[in-house]
Nanobody, 130 residues
């Protein structure tokens, strides 16, 4: 039974930081890219970031580069998303998900936009106040 459990969301002031965690069970990191997407009320779903163990690749939404960092601790079956310099526009529910796409993280934006991941967990709410 595959599970992706996201946590770490909360309320933070603009300029602050949060670290999200995604604990993964029931699948092999060798076969899946793990990533984050977000959805804010009334807005389109957005791919945030992705990491793939098999080739060491990562991907970020262009507008988030330099503020967000994805990392992993495979021994703990966990993928992290460090979010710095948060802005009110980052307010959304953040989800972690897994994809077996052969294109890996390169296709993460497409996967998120079209909801085309193999597995996804329940989200964690991030609220950034101005």
């Amino acid at each position: 039974d595959v599970q992706l459990q996201a946590s770490g969301g909360g309320l933070v002031q603009a300029g602050g930081s949060l670290r999200l965690s995604c604990v993964v069970s029931g699948l092999s990191f060798d076969d899946y890219a793990i990533g984050w997407f977000r959805q804010a009320p009334g807005k389109e779903r957005e791919g945030v970031s992705c990491i793939r163990k098999s080739d060491g690749s990562t991907d970020y939404r262009d507008s988030l580069k330099g503020r967000f960092t994805i990392s992993s601790d495979y021994a703990k079956n966990t993928v992290y998303l460090q979010m710095n310099s948060l802005e009110p526009e980052d307010t959304a529910v953040y989800y972690c998900a897994a994809s077996s796409s052969r294109f890996g993280c390169i296709s993460w934006q497409h996967i998120a936009r079209h909801f085309d991941m193999d597995y996804r967990g329940k989200g964690t709410l991030v609220t950034v106040s101005s």
